[in-house]
């Protein structure tokens, strides 16, 4: 079921989607609908999910579960990946791929493969003070402190 982003607890459970493009406006309307009627919907088990989303930067899709009322199983999980597949085939997009960069260049938000994210790096094209997305983040609470951060705080930090 369906609750605010903001009323889910801390320690719920996240799984972020990235685009690799920028989504239109049309596109992230149909994307709302779609996710609100999917999590009213979504259940593990026979008991329905708390859960929620956020799209940021028209570029990124978070769910997110409310693990301490019923955690996601493996058919759960595997529902909302098909349902994600459908985003990708409706809009043309990669949301899957978990071998691609994207980071902050001033306002811009750019998006990279991991090999020309590593290029760049060894070109000194990014820092270690890049702003990166560091889509491994598995709670809100990661989500909120982490996700947004300096590459040299990520995962990122091997390519400097």
Known sequence: MYIPFEQLPLESKIWIYQ?????????????????????????????????????KYQRFIIIAVNQDVQVATGCSIDKSVQFIQQFEQKFQVDLLDKMNVTYKTGE?????????????AKEKAVSEHTIVFNNLV???????DSWEVPAAESWHSRFF
Do not use: C, P
Not at 32 to 48: C, K, P, R, V, Y
Not at 108 to 120: G, N, Q, R, S, V
């Open 108 to 120: 811009h938000i750019a998006h990279k493969t991991l090999l020309d994210f590593k290029k760049m």
């Open 19 to 55: 685009s690799n493009r920028k989504f239109s406006e049309d596109e992230v309307q149909v994307i709302e609908t779609d996710l609100n009627l999917f999590l009213d919907s979504w259940e593990s088990h026979g008991t329905a999910l708390e859960s929620s989303y956020q799209i």
């Open 138 to 144: 598995n709670t809100i609470e990661e989500f909120n």
